[in-house]
C-alpha cells in the first residue's frame, strides 16, 4: 500500500539554524516524489520535486530535497531558516502505478524563533 | 492570471442539506482533483478526473459526488452532508494526470465546510 509519513507533527527552530524534515514513504514502483507548503490561510504551494536523476533536488525558497531510495526517504532541508518559513509541510508521493493518485503525508508544523 | 478558484470559500450548513462547492481552473488543465484536509490526517483524496467525463474515487469519496462535463469545471457534491464531512476542501488541478500528477498539482485557496 502506498503511504506516507512524516514523523514530526511539530518543530521548532531558530531563526538563522538549519532544519531538516522528514520524510519516509512506502510506494509500490518508481515513485515520484514531492514537498508542499501551506501557509496559514492558504492553499498548497508546490516547493520541490523528484522524479528522476539527480537525488539532490533544488526548489524554490531556497530548499532542497535529497531522496534516498535505500533509507525510503525523501528529506527536506534548508541551511539557515527564516521567519517567513513558518508553515505547514507536506511530504507527497506518487507515481505510474497509480495514474491520478497523490498521497499525502500528515504534515509537519513549523515554528521559527526570532 | 493562471489560478484555481473556489466557491465559496466558507459555508456553514446543516444536516442534510444538499450542497455544492465549485472549482475552476483557468488554466487548459486536463487533470483536476478534490482533497479533504483534517488536522492531524494531512489531505486525502476524495475523488479526480483525469480528463473531461472521466472520474475516479480516490481515499474517501464515500458521501461525496463529482462531475466533470467541461475542462474547466470540477464541482464537489455533498447529497446529504453530515457532521463528519466538515472540514477544509482544496480542489487542485494538473496539466496532465499522468504518474500520479507528473506535473504539479495547482491547489485552490480552499473552503471551509461546517456541517451543523
Same mark, same amino acid.
Given at each position: ?17 538549519? *532544519?531538516?524534515?522528514?520524510? !519516509? ?7 515520484? *516524489? %514531492? ?12 516547493? *520541490?520535486?523528484? %522524479?528522476?536523476?539527480?537525488? *539532490? ?5 531556497? %530548499? ?10 525523501? !528529506? ?13 509541510? %507536506? ?24 | ?14 444536516? +442534510? &442539506? ?24 494531512? /489531505? ?12 475516479? &474515487?480516490?481515499?474517501? =469519496? #464515500? ?5 466533470? &462535463?467541461? &475542462?474547466?469545471?470540477? =464541482? /464537489?457534491?455533498? #447529497?446529504? =452532508? @453530515?457532521?463528519?464531512?466538515? @472540514? ?8 496532465? +494526470? ?9 491547489? +485552490? =485557496? ?7
Amino acid at each position: 500500500a502506498q503511504s506516507v509519513t512524516q514523523p514530526d507533527i511539530h518543530i521548532t527552530v531558530s531563526e538563522g539554524a538549519s *532544519l531538516e524534515l522528514r520524510c !519516509n514513504y512506502s510506494y509500490g514502483a518508481t515513485p515520484y *516524489l %514531492f514537498w508542499y507548503v501551506q501557509s496559514p490561510g492558504q492553499g498548497l504551494q508546490l516547493l *520541490l520535486k523528484y %522524479f528522476s536523476g539527480d537525488t *539532490l533536488v533544488q526548489g524554490i525558497k531556497g %530548499f532542497e530535497a535529497e531522496f534516498k531510495r535505500s533509507q525510503s526517504s525523501f !528529506n527536506l532541508r534548508k541551511p539557515s531558516v527564516h521567519w517567513s518559513d513558518a508553515a505547514e509541510y %507536506f511530504c507527497a508521493v506518487g507515481g505510474g502505478s497509480t495514474l491520478g493518485r497523490l498521497y499525502f503525508g500528515r504534515g509537519t508544523q513549523l515554528t521559527v524563533w526570532p | 492570471e493562471a489560478q484555481v478558484t473556489q466557491n465559496p470559500r466558507y459555508l456553514i450548513t446543516v444536516t +442534510g &442539506k444538499k450542497l455544492t462547492v465549485t472549482c475552476s481552473q483557468n488554466m487548459n488543465h486536463e487533470y483536476m482533483s478534490w482533497y479533504r484536509q483534517d488536522p492531524g490526517l494531512g /489531505l486525502r483524496q476524495i475523488y479526480y478526473s483525469m480528463n473531461v467525463e472521466v472520474t475516479d &474515487k480516490g481515499d474517501v =469519496p #464515500e458521501g461525496y459526488k463529482v462531475s466533470r &462535463k467541461e &475542462k474547466r469545471n470540477f =464541482p /464537489l457534491i455533498l #447529497e446529504s =452532508p @453530515s457532521p463528519n464531512q466538515t @472540514s477544509l476542501y482544496f480542489c487542485a488541478s494538473s496539466l496532465s +494526470g499522468l504518474a500520479g500528477g507528473h506535473n504539479e498539482q495547482f491547489f +485552490g =485557496p480552499g473552503t471551509r465546510l461546517t456541517v451543523l
